[in-house]
């Protein structure tokens, strides 16, 4: 199935459950994206794509740092293996590692008198791109982290805007609702709930019945997943303003649970500027 093809069945269950003015702008919403599963035997994994393990670094790359801290490889992306259902949505680099503040006590990391983190910060998220044919394993340099490096196989998905959990995208607030909200007070001053109210359910449940996105085989929920739009349990003030993602880890043990969330603005994903990415950490 083409990613068109795809998209016309989320527009048929958009329409039904938002009527024809507001399910067809939802729908037009609509993302390539591929959830991240763990390689069996028997199935290929996407390339060099990978959570842990070492990093994937073009010779003479330093290894990044927050205020002398190495980060911690989370994951290796390997965009060009996974193929044309991207399109125009493919960042132009092809090996992507990603990196994240997650020091480790056992090795060496010292909290005491160490201030609190703000996680939010820039500095505490790195994409580095790296070039496949060049780049040489590089191990975690302590206190960082250590991650087990475990392959994934990536499964092309459709994505819409995040509309089942605490809160929802604030990109459905921009949608026009044709007068539907005014009756509301609630929806009024809060318009995007109307879609995560008719929707998000019948959604959720769409992407693990017949998309295998966030629930598959014994896994009861998998965040894991690259491009599209992220499911979100919390909006985030940073996501007021565009934003790309590049990909949602929620493999490693991060405290209680929680996931990380990588996002760039539209024209620095599309210029490959990682720079500006920032790392959006949920704590459950």
């Not at 911690?72 to 503040?101: H, K, M, Q, T």
């Amino acid at each position: 199935m083409s990613f068109e093809e795809a998209c016309e069945r989320v527009r048929e269950l958009c329409v039904e459950h938002l009527g024809e003015h507001v399910g067809t702008q939802v729908a037009a919403l609509a993302k390539p994206g591929f959830g991240l599963r763990p390689v069996k035997p028997g199935i290929t994994a996407a390339g060099l794509g990978r959570w842990g393990g070492p990093a994937l670094l073009n010779p003479g790359t330093p290894w990044p740092e927050h205020d002398g801290v190495p980060l911690s490889l989370f994951a290796v992306l390997d965009v060009e293996a996974l193929g044309s259902w991207l399109g125009d949505e493919r960042p132009p680099d092809g090996l992507l590692n990603i990196f994240y503040f997650d020091p480790d006590i056992r090795r060496g990391y010292v909290l005491e008198g160490a201030p609190l983190l703000d996680l939010d910060d820039p500095r505490c998220c790195r994409i580095i791109p790296a070039d496949p044919a060049l780049a040489i394993e590089e191990a975690a340099p302590a206190p960082a982290s250590i991650h087990a490096p475990e392959p994934f196989y990536a499964v092309p998905v459709v994505t819409l805007p995040s509309m089942h959990g605490v809160s929802y995208d604030p990109i459905l607030d921009t949608v026009d609702y044709g007068g539907e909200t005014e009756d509301s007070l609630y929806y009024r001053s809060a318009p995007g709930w109307l879609a995560s109210d008719r929707l998000g359910d019948p959604w959720l449940e769409f992407c693990e019945r017949e998309q295998g996105l966030y629930k598959y085989e014994d896994v009861f929920f998998s965040p894991d997943q690259a491009f599209g739009w992220p499911h979100l349990e919390n909006s985030f003030t940073q996501l007021k303003e565009p934003y790309r993602h590049l990909i949602t880890i929620g493999h490693h043990d991060l405290g209680d649970g929680g996931y990380v969330h990588f996002i760039l603005p539209p024209k620095a994903f599309r210029d490959g500027d990682y720079e500006q990415a920032v790392a959006l950490f949920e704590g459950f």
